[in-house]
């Protein structure tokens, strides 16, 4: 068996954890701070149904960037976190009522920089389930989940390319549309990122 051939339903959140802490041993260099405006996204996981799900929201129209479009709960870090960590967990809660104490924090990815020019630092977590989910009207149009084992079938995923006006080109994620929620953008390449982490991908995909 490959490393890249994997079933959800037998990874336990030891596995994962000790994936992301290799992971991150691994790209050292990708995790050093960049100049910019910080934020940090959550990567909700729970368990349920006897299989992984991870867990989205849909953006509302009201807010300033990326409206309507399917992410993660997080946003930018503000003078009073003391970190990464503590931004997403204020800012999970504020967006869907998430308390920190239903959260256990397992890792994260790597940076990404953002068409917004936010540097995004997204955090890997396992969360209760369920919780009280209170949406916050003006950030948040939806809450739903996505199992794991859907988004690692590659037959979910499509590739399309992109090209700039100035000829670089650049490789775009799109998922097979789930419950009519349709996850691309840098949300979807956070995704097939811990995707290839937990082993569901291989690392040139």
Known sequence: ???????????TTEDIRSRLDAYCRGESGHLQPFTGRKASVLIPLYWDG???HVLFTRRSEGVNDHKGQV??????VEAG???????VLREANEEIGLEAGDVEILGRLKDYITISHFVVSPIIARIRW?????????????????PLAYLGDRKNIEIRTYTFSDGQTTRLFYFAPYDGELVWGITARM???????????EKNY
Not at 1 to 11: E, G, R
Not at 81 to 87: G, M, P, S
Not at 130 to 146: A, H, K, L, T, Y
Not at 191 to 201: D, E, H, P, Q
């Open 191 to 201: 995704t097939v990122r811990l995707l290839k982490v937990l082993g569901f991908l």
């Open 130 to 146: 369920p919780f009280q989910i209170r949406i916050n009207p003006g950030e948040v149009d939806r809450v739903f989940s996505i």
């Open 71 to 76: 992410s993660f709960p997080g946003g930018a």
């Open 81 to 87: 976190d003391r970190n990464i960590y503590q931004a």
């Open 1 to 11: 068996m490959s490393d890249f051939d994997n079933s959800a339903a037998t990874l």
């Open 50 to 52: 006897d299989e992984w």
